[in-house]
């Protein structure tokens, strides 16, 4: 059974700094591209950022481009999303999702597996 744990979430003041990480159990972590989705409260999931299975891709929204940086270490089965100089519009549910698909990893559809979330709220 496949599992996908996100950790790291919390409460942090606007210009701070957390670090998520996404735990994967039940598949082989090296073989998925890894995605980071956000759904803030009233709004659509949205796209953050995605790793390639190697980690020699990465992607990023404009909104996060900058600030955010994924990264995975496949021996860990883990993957992370660093998030600096954070701002009270990045407040939302972090859901990481994995895929075995290499196009359109900014669509939601596109991915297997997804994790339960981790809340982050920023204060101003």
């Known amino acids: 059974q496949v599992q996908l744990v996100e950790s790291g979430g919390g409460l942090v003041q606007a210009g701070g700094s957390l670090r998520l990480s996404c735990a994967a159990s039940g598949l082989t972590l090296s073989n998925v591209n890894m995605g980071w989705f956000r759904q803030a409260a009233g709004k659509e999931r949205e796209f953050v950022g995605r790793?390639?299975?190697?980690?020699?891709?990465?992607y990023y929204s404009d909104s996060v481009l900058g600030r955010f940086t994924i990264s995975r270490d496949n021996a860990k089965n883990t993957v992370y999303l660093q998030m600096n100089s954070l701002k009270p519009e990045d407040t939302a549910v972090y859901y990481c999702?994995?895929?075995?698909?290499?196009?359109?990893?900014?669509?939601?559809?596109?991915?297997?597996?997804w994790g339960q979330g981790t809340q982050v709220t920023v204060s101003s």
């Open positions: 999702a994995g895929s075995y698909r290499s196009t359109y990893f900014a669509e939601k559809g596109t991915y297997d597996y």
């Open positions: 790793i390639s299975r190697r980690s020699d891709a990465t």
